[in-house]
């Protein structure tokens, strides 16, 4: 049989063994966090060690961190936090009144996109798209023009999913804080990956998930500075300080509490071992395949990420021969609606939508080897020259 290779760690990570562990000690201490008597006070006290491990790799105060069910929960109810005609309430702090616009990059995760479209479609509120360079860095100039005294919120991801490009979160703080905006950073694909202190990105709200740190899915976090704009996204019970109602996830957070411990231990020899591996697989297909390009900035990336275009051969019958070989990888589109888009990401920065169909996005985790990079750096270059002989691009 031959061996599994996983490279796709950008979309989801396996578990790790200490998490299941943790997670499964933690299943049969089967209390609700909000009760008074000891089956909830040892709940209580699983989601305490776990925020304060989350606290701990964001460098912030674990008081102003609240669990979620993930990224896409967290980037929701900052987002709507900022909606115009929220009643005050018990929980809630609103925004500047004569502040309506939003600022989003081009780049953004569907799950910033798709919920400021969907507040500019229900409020009619305007959106800005700040533009990227090539290599998917904030264009900071341009965003200077788009921030106004009009503008509520910037957010702008720390890096980016599908090429992994780093922005210079501190340098876009300062310029929307200028202009008296607020900022939230989608660091969903940064925590863990990258060192990470909440007070030097300068931002006011932070977002994270799980699952891509090598814990469960379903729970993730939000960080907010004190005092900043807030409106509860789930209505309810009184759980995290009255900021998100429902039945806490003891289990799940404590999971995610264990998963954020190992990340922050191994954080600085991991990330220089996954940029040894994904720089020996760049440079081996640069050297066995012809008609390459790497897509991503090449100083400002994850070190686990690795975006490449492969002229003339369609990404999804690259990923499909790989899926033959047991090899795991995602591409450059997204199938929407039936047909096959090619991935906004990789257009903001300039690709033709021939390369950006053309696009690989290796994504390397704990679990990736050596040996697993010499099993892709054999199988990719026949699949490569198969799909080009075959290629009516060519
Ligand atoms: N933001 C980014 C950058 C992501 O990569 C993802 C997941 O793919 C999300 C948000 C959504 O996070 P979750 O799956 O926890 O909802």
Request: proline share 5%.
């Amino acid at each position: 049989m031959n061996q599994r290779v996983y490279l796709d760690n950008n979309a989801t990570t396996p578990l790790d063994p200490a998490v299941i562990s943790a997670f499964s000690e933690a299943l049969t201490l089967f209390g609700n966090p909000s009760s008074m008597h000891s089956f909830g006070r040892e709940a209580a006290s699983l989601v305490a060690d776990a925020r304060n491990e989350a606290a701990a790799i964001l460098g912030a105060t674990p008081g102003e961190i609240i669990f979620t069910s993930g990224g896409t929960e967290s980037n929701n109810t900052v987002l709507s936090s900022f909606a115009p005609g929220i009643p005050a309430g018990d929980s809630v702090i609103l925004p500047p009144p004569d502040r309506s616009e939003l600022v989003v990059s081009a780049i953004e995760h569907p799950a910033i996109l798709e919920t400021a479209f969907a507040l500019r479609d229900r409020y009619g509120i305007t959106v800005h798209l700040a533009p990227v360079d090539t290599t998917g860095r904030i264009d900071l100039e341009a965003l200077t023009h788009l921030v106004s005294e009009k503008t509520a919120l910037v957010s702008i991801m720390l890096a980016n999913n599908e090429i992994g490009t780093i922005q210079d979160l501190a340098a876009i703080s300062a310029i929307a804080h200028k202009a008296g905006a607020f900022v939230h950073t989608d660091a969903v694909q940064a925590v863990g990956k990258i060192p990470l202190d909440v007070a030097a990105l300068g931002v006011d709200y932070l977002s994270a998930s799980a699952h891509k740190i090598h814990g469960p899915k379903g729970i993730g976090l939000l960080w907010m500075r004190r005092g900043v704009p807030f409106a509860p996204f789930m209505h309810g019970g009184h759980q995290e300080y009255g900021r998100r109602a429902g039945t806490v996830n003891a289990p799940a957070i404590a999971a995610f509490g264990t998963a954020c411990r190992i990340s922050r231990e191994q954080l600085g020899p991991e990330a220089a071992r996954l940029a040894g591996l994904r720089d020996r697989l760049r440079a081996g297909i640069e050297e066995r395949i012809s008609d390459t390009s790497v897509n991503g900035n090449r100083e400002f990336c994850l070190p686990n990420t690795l975006n490449m275009s492969f002229r003339a051969a369609e990404g999804e019958s690259t990923l499909l021969y790989l899926d033959l070989e047991n090899i795991a990888v995602s591409t450059g589109s997204a199938c929407a609606s039936g047909s096959l888009e090619p991935s906004h990401v990789l257009l903001a920065c300039g690709l033709t939508a021939e390369l950006a169909h053309g696009s690989i996005r290796f994504s390397l985790g704990r679990t990736t080897t050596d040996e697993d990079i010499d099993y892709v750096l054999e199988k990719l270059p026949p699949i490569m020259a198969r799909i080009r002989s075959m290629s009516t691009l060519r």
